[in-house]
């Protein structure tokens, strides 16, 4: 799986727009950009995953770059309860290998 | 529909002991992962399965053994447990490229 990079922590306006971003420069054409959150010691939960197309789901939009290369989590209008560490992993067909880093810090502040 | 269940959730060790880490799914996924997570850090892989019998090494495999008997159960054996296996561990299971499902953890102290 490619490496990715995050930003360590990061804060967002509670009803404003958190935009998170990824680094995967090294992401393979066969692999997979997958977002997780992880809220205080809970196990981590999927957010949205995509392969070179926009997605947008009920939880989050995902914006990959045309070369791949970075990506941005957008939740439209934060919340309090979206304060998480948030992961971004590159997966391909050996997705059981997956490896997450330390993620970002997302608080939301009222 | 349970999904990922780990047991047991607390458990509190010696020094030198031996346990067994139990994790099971009912969604017939084939992949399955362990992971540890230190106080303020990321995820590391452990040990991970492509399915039954089939096992592999993750980032940091040491003092861990695991086995793939069944689709269902994947469980992760600590030999000789020491201090520095105090961690919470996560199971999850995946089926192909979508979404991974993790279990709620097992936090594990060693004294």
């Known amino acids: 799986d490619a490496k990715t990079t995050q930003p360590p922590s990061m804060d967002c306006a509670e009803g404003r727009a958190a935009n998170l971003p990824c680094n995967h420069s090294?992401?393979?054409?066969?692999?997979?950009v997958y977002w997780y959150r992880q809220i205080h010691s809970q196990g981590p939960q999927y957010i949205i995953h995509?392969?070179?197309n926009n997605e947008t789901n009920e939880m989050a939009s995902l914006i990959i770059t045309e070369d791949r290369k970075s990506s941005t989590l957008i939740l439209p209008h934060a919340t309090l309860r979206d304060t998480a560490v948030y992961y971004c992993i590159a997966a391909g067909t050996n997705a059981g290998k997956s490896t997450f880093g330390d993620g970002t810090t997302l608080t939301v502040k009222p | 529909n349970a999904g990922v269940t780990q047991t047991p959730k607390f458990q509190v060790l010696k020094t030198g002991q031996s346990m067994t880490l139990q994790c099971a799914q009912d969604?017939?996924?084939?992949?399955m992962s362990w992971y540890r997570q230190d106080p303020g850090m990321g995820l590391r892989l452990i040990h991970y399965s492509v399915g039954a019998g089939i096992t592999d090494q993750g980032e940091v495999p040491n003092g861990y053994n695991v086995s793939r008997s069944t689709t269902e159960d994947f469980p992760l054996r600590l030999l000789s447990a020491a201090p520095s296996q105090t961690s919470v561990y996560f199971c999850a299971s995946r089926q192909g490229l979508v979404e991974a499902f993790f279990g709620q953890g097992t936090r594990l102290t060693v004294v």
């Open positions: 969604m017939n996924h084939e992949y």
């Open positions: 995509g392969l070179k």
């Open positions: 090294t992401i393979s054409g066969n692999e997979y």
